[in-house]
């Protein structure tokens, strides 16, 4: 997909991981346009690929000395971008 069909069609999402996605959408083509000199136009995404993080491990104390476990999880966003 187009750069710029694809900024604009999440930008109008209404789903959360949509502003995530714009995010860091933009930011792979600020760096592309930045430090690669490649201009908007000429931008496609070949893939995006969601992997999975660490998980920060918490835990919730409750009685008689015990304790639940909050896994708070991550995930890393990989952003490829080509050149028409």
């Known amino acids: 997909m187009d750069v710029k069909n694809a900024l604009d069609t ?3 999402m209404p789903k959360k991981w949509a502003d995530i996605i714009y995010k860091v959408v933009a930011s792979a083509v600020a ?3 930045h430090n690669d000199a490649q201009e908007l ?3 496609t995404i070949s893939s995006i690929v969601v992997n999975k ?4 491990r918490r835990h ?3 009685s008689r000395g015990r304790a ?17």
């Open 31 to 33: 760096n592309a346009t």
């Open 68 to 84: 639940h476990a909050i896994l708070k999880r991550t995930s890393h966003v990989n952003v490829e971008l080509a050149v028409k």
């Open 10 to 12: 999440l930008r109008f």
């Open 53 to 56: 993080g660490l998980v920060y």
């Open 60 to 62: 919730n104390p409750i």
């Open 41 to 43: 136009a000429n931008l």
